[in-house]
């Protein structure tokens, strides 16, 4: 079974640990994703975000793609050199992560 978590469900759990209300916790919340996008949209080919104990997010060029494949319709296409983000988790939530699980 896939579990699904939205930006109100962030926001609930935060405000109930912190006993706020919702809407001090969303405006906070929001503020802070305002902030992480602009600073990865900054003109700079390279870019780090590390929030200990949770993960570094690395903003990094990707070349183009000149022989790229359409897995729809199998046609060539071509994909420009861009920007893509890459998350390194943290080592609390890697060690968790890599423990032995079983499904119920």
Request: charged letters at 35%; glycine letters at 2%; proline letters at 6%.
């Given at each position: 079974?896939?579990?699904?978590?939205?930006?109100?469900?962030?926001?609930?759990?935060?405000?109930?640990?912190?006993?706020?209300?919702?809407?001090?916790?969303?405006?906070?919340?929001?503020?802070i994703?305002?902030?992480?996008?602009?600073?990865?949209?900054?003109?700079?080919?390279?870019?780090?975000?590390?929030?200990?104990?949770?993960?570094?997010?690395?903003?990094?060029?990707?070349?183009?793609?000149p022989?790229?494949?359409?897995?729809?319709?199998?046609?060539?296409?071509?994909?420009?050199?861009?920007?893509?983000?890459?998350?390194?988790?943290?080592?609390?939530?890697?060690?968790?992560?890599?423990?032995?699980?079983?499904?119920?």
């Amino acid at each position: 079974m896939k579990i699904s978590y939205k930006r109100e469900d962030v926001i609930r759990r935060t405000a109930s640990k912190l006993d706020l209300e919702n809407k001090e916790v969303k405006i906070i919340l929001d503020k802070i994703i305002d902030t992480i996008t602009d600073m990865f949209l900054e003109n700079h080919s390279n870019i780090r975000l590390e929030i200990r104990n949770f993960g570094t997010f690395e903003v990094k060029p990707a070349r183009a793609k000149p022989n790229a494949r359409n897995p729809k319709t199998n046609e060539v296409i071509y994909i420009p050199p861009h920007k893509k983000i890459h998350f390194r988790p943290g080592k609390i939530i890697k060690n968790e992560l890599s423990k032995e699980y079983f499904l119920k």
